[in-house]
């Protein structure tokens, strides 16, 4: 069962493999929308003044304002970054395994899921984002905000959450939690598996 399990391990790099180069191109994006914003020399002229003008001679203030604002909206950006790149990577693993019952890199493998109705592959995208990236990009998010020990929290859940998704792909069953839980099953093209049980050909 090594070289199918090794099979299953290099399509998933190649699924993550692109979900790394759109996070990679959201990052690029991300910068450059925080880059504008300290670039927009007549907006920040429009708000430091009116900061100004509202402080009763309280630069320092204004200058706080003026700066929590600027910061605020570089977070928010960073934020909707993240928010696209898990939005996107359940768009991708939902609308393939639905479509065609395969990701690009299953696909390549030669590789399905099976049985894979819209809602089963709703359910296995979900899981596959959320051990994937989805509770990565939480974890971000709070260290981003400031909150580093709940950071730290997030991200040793987002490693145990892998780690279970990932290792009974190596047991007797060898189905992932997402397998599971959406009652699918990681076949041979061509090797179909009626309902919930898995077939002879698993892995």
């Not at 191109?25 to 003008?53: E, S």
């Not at 994937?132 to 145990?160: K, P, R």
């Amino acid at each position: 069962m090594f070289v199918p399990k090794l099979r299953r391990a290099v399509a998933w790099f190649i699924d993550f493999a692109l979900v790394l180069t759109l996070a990679y191109l959201l990052a690029v994006l991300t910068f450059h929308r925080i880059a504008g914003l300290l670039t927009d020399a007549p907006d920040l002229a429009v708000h430091g003044g009116f900061d100004l003008l509202t402080s009763q001679g309280d630069v320092v203030g204004a200058s706080e304002t003026l700066g929590l604002s600027l910061w605020h909206k570089a977070v928010l950006d960073v934020e909707e970054g993240f928010g696209m790149l898990v939005v996107a990577t359940f768009l991708y693993q939902w609308g393939c395994l639905a479509l065609a019952g395969r990701t690009l890199g299953k696909g390549l493998l030669g590789l399905q899921v099976s049985p894979c109705a819209p809602s089963r592959a709703a359910v296995r995208a979900a899981v596959t984002t959320a051990a994937d990236i989805a509770v990565y990009a939480v974890a971000c998010i709070l260290l981003v905000e400031g909150q580093f020990v709940a950071s730290v929290l997030v991200w040793a859940l987002a490693v145990v959450i892998f780690l279970l998704n990932a290792l009974p792909v190596f047991s007797p069953t060898c189905r992932s939690l997402a397998d599971r839980l959406a009652g699918t099953a990681v076949t041979v093209l061509g090797v179909s598996t009626p309902g919930a049980t898995p077939p002879v050909r698993t892995f």
